[in-house]
């Protein structure tokens, strides 16, 4: 049993930055992909960016350029860099690792973009 705890959401003015931590209580170096999702009020839950084991990355086109998902596998956890925040990018913020044929996900951090 793996558990996903995200931290470092929170308020942020258009243009600036955020970066949200997961920690995995397990050893993330076992998992193969891991990705990030979010979901805005009224709206389905998305992906947003994924991290391969062997570090490669994929990103949706509404966060290329701005985001930038990492892993630390000598310290379990998955980082999302994001900057150049806008306010539709407002959403609670998921993270989730495959381990096997098991998928695992965080609770979620808030992130709010507002002047």
């Known amino acids: 049993q793996v558990q996903l705890e995200e931290s470092g959401g929170g308020l942020v003015q258009p243009g600036g930055s955020l970066r949200p931590s997961c920690a995995a209580s397990?050893?993330?170096?076992?998992?193969?992909?891991m990705r990030w999702y979010r979901q805005a009020p009224g709206k389905l839950r998305g992906r947003v960016a994924v991290?391969?084991?062997?570090?490669?990355?994929l990103y949706q086109d509404f966060v290329k350029g701005r985001f930038t998902v990492s892993r630390d596998n000598a310290k379990n956890t998955l980082n999302l860099q994001m900057n150049s925040l806008k306010a539709e990018d407002t959403a609670v913020y998921y993270c989730?690792?495959?381990?096997?044929?098991?998928?695992?996900w965080g609770q979620g951090t808030q992130v709010t973009v507002s002047s």
């Open positions: 991290v391969s084991n062997d570090g490669r990355t």
């Open positions: 397990g050893s993330i170096f076992g998992a193969n992909a």
């Open positions: 989730n690792a495959d381990y096997g044929s098991h998928s695992y």
